[in-house]
DNA sequence: CAGACGATTGCCT
DNA sequence: GGCAATCGTCTGT
């Protein structure tokens, strides 16, 4: 299995986002691989248009804070913040430096290392350790020190690996969760997941 | 420096 | 379906 590179990465956040379902999440933790088939994302942000419901454009006016600093910085790093006062979200920096993209990871599809995905998620069921973005970033061990993290470096110990496209139909709706968000940012389809899949969200 | 709120989850009715 | 948990981030004073 090959390591997807950076000029993966460096696209459109929802081209990548569309891209990135079928691939594998994968992790190194406690000295083992835990690893996931990603069945559903959200793009935000995109070159050409504003996004009211991205962190880059929401907060400071458009331009970088301390905790968005990495998205408008280059493709293939992982962005990781922390929400609700408990929870991690894994996204990955996409489109070009300077830009607020990314791709949000809202759910896998176990794979590898299940057992410590289990112990993970406090002994919950295999269909609830990574069927929503705060789940799996649990599940995965993903928290503030993945934040920044290069996904193309070779040793690192979090990336993507490359997979044969899904065999599953493509669907796409609303972004998950966006609150106070205008119209038309709150209901515009930039939501993707793998129809029928027993982990989508 | 106080106040509002969040790209969610899990428990309760 | 409703709602509390829980704290970092951002904003306005």
Redesign the pocket.
């Known amino acids: 299995m090959k390591r997807l590179p950076y000029a993966f990465y460096a696209r459109p956040a929802r081209q990548v986002a569309q891209d990135l379902l079928g691939k594998l999440l994968a992790r190194r933790f406690d000295g083992r691989l835990i690893c996931g088939r990603i069945v559903e994302t959200?793009a935000?942000?995109d070159a050409d248009e504003p996004d009211l419901?991205?962190?880059?454009d929401?907060?400071?006016?458009g331009r970088?804070?301390?905790?968005?600093a990495v998205?408008f910085g280059s493709a293939g790093f992982a962005?990781v913040?922390?929400?609700?006062?408990?929870?991690w979200?894994f996204?990955i920096v996409t489109g070009q430096e300077g830009q607020?993209n990314?791709?949000?990871i809202?759910?896998l599809e176990p794979l590898t290392g299940v057992d410590l995905m289990a112990q993970n998620?406090?002994g919950?069921s295999r269909r609830?350790w990574t069927?929503?973005?705060?789940?799996?970033?649990?599940a995965l061990a993903i928290d503030?020190s993945l934040n920044g993290a290069n996904l193309c470096q070779p040793d690192g110990v979090i990336w993507l690996e490359d997979a044969p496209p899904p065999s599953e139909q493509i669907a796409a709706g609303p972004?998950?969760?966006?609150?106070?968000?205008p119209e038309p940012w709150y209901s515009i389809p930039w939501r993707y997941w793998l129809r029928g899949n027993p982990y989508v969200?």
């Open positions: 959200e935000y942000c419901a991205c962190h880059g929401r907060a400071n006016d970088p804070t301390p905790r968005t998205m962005y913040y922390f929400t609700y006062g408990m929870h979200m996204n607020a990314a791709v949000l809202r759910a998620r406090n919950r609830e069927n929503g973005p705060a789940k799996l970033a649990q503030k972004r998950i969760g966006l609150g106070q968000t969200s």
